[in-house]
């Protein structure tokens, strides 16, 4: 029978390509300013587009050009309603992660 890992240990052997992809991925999203500014905007509440573009002080094109690439990492998701798309966080891990990645940072 087979132990069980802690749950703060990683059994590197057992990473596959599709695995290591979604992880350097995922990093490769939270590797952009921009990114973060959105994901942390979204941590809070959902956004459409415009609210977002406001908020943040960016181009509407910008914002959803970065909630695409969000979207495809199954980071964001969203809502219709009407003609307007409401945005929110998709993954509570990677917001946690990013969530103590801010306070790591702010506390140095």
Known sequence: MEEKKANNEI?????????????SQTFKALGDP????????LFQKEYSVN????????RQSTVS???RFLKN???VKYRREGTTLYY???DEHVMNML????NHACHH
């Open 34 to 41: 921009t990114r973060i500014r959105i994901l942390n905007l």
């Open 88 to 90: 929110s966080h998709d």
């Open 73 to 75: 990492l199954r980071l």
């Open 99 to 102: 969530k103590e990645t801010i």
């Open 65 to 67: 050009h970065q909630l």
């Open 11 to 23: 059994d590197t052997k057992d990473l596959d390509q599709e695995t290591l992809f979604v992880v």
């Open 51 to 58: 609210g977002i573009a406001e908020s943040l002080n960016l």
